[in-house]
């Protein structure tokens, strides 16, 4: 049977890919798609505590929540990258450092 | 003025006070408003002829009448009040009259005499101030104006002998002529200032008068007693050798003679008034004044220093081939003659003396500048290179100017003391009496008569030099230059004038109605207060015989030896004709030693203060430095590198602090990152 410890780790093995993701990538989507891993990595850890919530599932529901609300972040984070894009013509983080002392 | 005088008397000291002050208003009006105008040698002698109407008004009502002394309070120090005033007695009305009656046959000779020059103008109002000075000098009653023009005299005197500026001949002469009558002011002023002490007062009639307080005093026990105090007697005798200092100075007596014959620098006729007839009478003048002063043993000194410096006098002019320089020597040796009567005791002779040498010595003077005149206009017109005051080059001029001639020979003839004139008169008196005197003297002092008898002797010879060199015999020049064109004449009115005036005050009449006896002269009683002075010996015979047989054989000799016999002459290689011509090296010593020694001290003085004085200041100045250094050395390096130091620690915490911010949001997550575990590391540990 899995078990909580299971979804935990695999929850961890997520968030770690979506940390590395994030600090290693030199593309903003892709960053964003490790954000996006790493929110996934939380909601299965919400799911997974959601078992001791039986009654009123509010895990369940925090997880449908935070889901529409990672799609709306997505929505407006791909809306933020596409006026950069236009800004700058890239959409390497690294390249936009223009707030830099 | 005091209220208490007479209405008569309050009037004659206006008229004096007016007499004085005209000739400096002269000064003013050409001073402000002629500027370079002819008409101020007219306003100057208009001033002065006016002065002369006064003086001589004066005169008659004050001489032989009582004294007048009128004062007022000048000003206060403390309880001393100190008066100023004028004192009109017999010696000063003299002088007024004398100085005056000189000085206008002077002005109105000068305006034809300084006609060409450039500062005609100038001239005129250094003569007025010169006029003023003199006049004020012998009217004032106190010691501190008396002392103040005193020194206004010098110093006009000093403007008139640098008239010609331009020549540094006449620089030096007025420079030496300042700074040795500076030496004599500062004998006066030790003198006034001795007497104040002593006396408490400047008032010279309250000191010097009938029963005032120098009569009143004496000497006893080593101390100067007086109604007011006692000092010690050498405060008595330290007076007096600033007294002889001041007349020295001023009338050229031995030690400080040597100014007045380099005076001749300046126009001839500012010689014959200032240094022959009234500044440098100053001196004997001063005598006068102070005559109550001196005792037995300082009048002794008077006589001898008199004495000796007419002879010396004497015996340089008979050397010298400069003119005025012959003239200049013989006024010294005159003075002398009045230095030594005051010294004697013939006071009224001197002051006669002293008079009737303004005159003739005046009218000398002018003649020579006559001559010096023409003499410039041959040399002018012929562009010959000569010095026109050399009598050298003179000869046979009493047909080219009879009246200067005829003036010359009278004034001459007074100067040696030849009856008829009023110079037989006066210096008679002084050798009379300077026998008399000697008659209760021992030693070395029985010979002060017999070399004045010498001296007056010498005196005819070199005037007869002088004379026959001049007027007789050829002109030398015109035999030296045959092709040279002369001419030559005794010149306009103005001249005529002043030379016929002054001749005919040099003859007896003037003075007595006696041609012989100078004890009838008026102006030798009006000095004695009783007749004391009876034909009693035989000196009222033998001396003046003496003088006049020998006088008129030397001259006889003189006018043999440079008239007829031009080719033979006296020898000049002797070690007395050397003496002689170099004026007994006096000058030449004073250069040698004093001068030199004088230069010596100042430049060792310069040395000091460049080198001590100089040298400590910048000794200062460089510790100054120093320090300063050391302060911004260590401002720079201390202080300030303090302050860079921590600036560099906050610029180094700054720069490493910047690294951090990149820009580059992906290295700010794994810095989190990195920190967020080792936090959990150290969590780890630590737990």
Redesign the interface.
């Known amino acids: 049977m899995i078990g909580l410890n299971d979804f935990m780790i695999v929850s961890v093995v997520l968030f770690c890919i979506g940390l590395f993701i994030i600090v290693s990538k030199k593309n903003a989507i892709q960053i964003l798609i490790g954000i996006e891993l790493m929110l996934n990595a939380a909601i299965l850890n919400l799911v997974a505590f959601g078992k001791y919530d039986r009654i009123n599932n509010g895990g369940q529901m925090f997880a449908l929540f935070a889901i529409v609300l990672a799609a709306a972040t997505t929505a407006v984070a791909l809306a933020i990258i596409l006026n950069v894009y236009r800004q700058y013509k890239t959409i390497d983080p690294d390249k936009i450092n223009q707030l830099k002392d | 003025m005091n209220p208490t005088l007479p209405y008569n008397d309050s009037q004659t000291v206006t008229l004096a006070i007016i007499a004085v002050v005209l000739p400096f208003a002269a000064f003013v009006v050409n001073f402000l408003l002629l500027g370079k105008s002819k008409a101020s040698g007219w306003v100057s002698a208009l001033a002065i002829l006016a002065s002369t109407v006064l003086a001589a008004n004066v005169f008659f009502k004050v001489w032989d009448n009582h004294t007048i002394h009128a004062q007022q309070v000048w000003f206060t120090i403390g309880a001393t009040k100190v008066q100023a005033g004028i004192l009109l007695n017999n010696l000063s009305v003299l002088m007024l009259l004398l100085v005056s009656v000189i000085a206008l046959p002077v002005h109105i000779y000068s305006t034809a005499y300084m006609k060409d020059d450039e500062g005609y103008s100038r001239y005129f109002r250094y003569l007025s101030l010169f006029c003023f000075s003199m006049l004020a000098l012998v009217m004032v009653d106190n010691l501190i104006l008396l002392y103040a023009f005193w020194e206004m005299v010098g110093f006009s005197s000093y403007l008139l002998i640098g008239f010609w500026f331009t020549r540094g001949s006449a620089i030096i002469a007025n420079k030496k002529a300042f700074i040795m009558n500076r030496i004599g002011d500062i004998g006066l002023l030790t003198a006034i200032i001795i007497l104040y002490t002593q006396f408490n007062t400047f008032d010279l009639e309250t000191l010097f008068g009938n029963q005032g307080l120098i009569s009143l005093s004496n000497i006893a026990n080593g101390e100067w007693v007086s109604a007011l105090g006692s000092i010690p007697a050498i405060w008595q005798y330290i007076a007096f050798g600033g007294i002889f200092l001041a007349v020295a100075a001023k009338s050229a007596q031995f030690p400080l003679h040597t100014w007045l014959p380099d005076a001749m620098e300046g126009p001839t006729s500012v010689s014959a008034l200032i240094h022959a007839a009234t500044m440098v009478a100053a001196g004997v003048f001063l005598l006068g004044r102070f005559y109550p002063m001196f005792n037995e043993a300082e009048l002794t000194v008077l006589a001898v220093i008199g004495c000796f410096t007419a002879f010396m006098a004497a015996t340089i002019a008979l050397t010298q081939n400069d003119l005025k320089r012959i003239l200049a020597y013989s006024t010294i040796s005159q003075l002398g003659f009045m230095v030594m009567a005051m010294g004697v005791g013939a006071y009224a002779s001197s002051l006669f003396h002293l008079a009737t040498h303004a005159f003739f010595k005046c009218l000398l003077f002018l003649v020579a500048g006559i001559v010096i005149h023409q003499m410039k206009h041959i040399k002018d017109d012929n562009n010959l290179n000569i010095d026109p005051q050399n009598i050298l080059h003179m000869g046979g001029l009493r047909k080219k100017l009879p009246l200067t001639f005829i003036a010359a020979l009278i004034g001459g003839l007074a100067l040696v003391g030849f009856p008829l004139t009023s110079g037989y008169l006066s210096k008679d008196g002084i050798l009379i009496q300077a026998f008399d005197w000697s008659d209760g003297k021992a030693g070395i002092l029985k010979l002060v008569p017999y070399v004045a008898l010498l001296t007056s002797w010498l005196t005819a010879f070199y005037v007869a030099r002088l004379i026959v060199k001049v007027f007789f015999g050829e002109f030398r020049l015109k035999k030296m230059n045959p092709h040279i064109h002369i001419h030559m004449g005794d010149g306009g009115w103005q001249y005529k004038l002043a030379l016929v005036f002054l001749a005919i005050c040099c003859l007896f009449p003037v003075f007595s109605y006696s041609p012989v006896f100078y004890e009838d002269a008026w102006l030798f009683k009006g000095f004695l207060p009783v007749n004391h002075l009876a034909r009693e010996n035989m000196y009222h015979v033998i001396i003046p015989v003496l003088v006049v047989i020998l006088s008129v054989v030397v001259m006889y000799g003189a006018y043999v030896a440079y008239a007829k016999r031009n080719s033979w002459s006296f020898p000049q290689t002797g070690f007395l004709y050397r003496l002689s011509f170099h004026e007994w090296y006096i000058d030449k010593f004073y250069n040698h030693v004093i001068v030199r020694f004088v230069m010596w001290f100042s430049n060792a003085l310069y040395w000091f203060d460049k080198n001590i004085i100089d040298g400590f200041v910048n000794l200062l100045e460089k510790i100054g430095v120093a320090l300063a250094g050391i302060a911004a050395w260590f401002d720079k390096h201390i202080v300030d590198g303090l302050l860079h130091l921590i600036a560099g620690i906050v610029q180094a915490i700054g720069n490493f602090a ?1 690294r951090f ?6 290295y700010y ?2 810095s989190m ?1 990195l920190v967020l575990i080792a936090v959990f590391i150290f969590k780890l540990i630590w737990t």
Do not use: D, E, N
């Open positions: 910047r911010q990149s820009g580059k949001i992906q997550l794994f990152l």
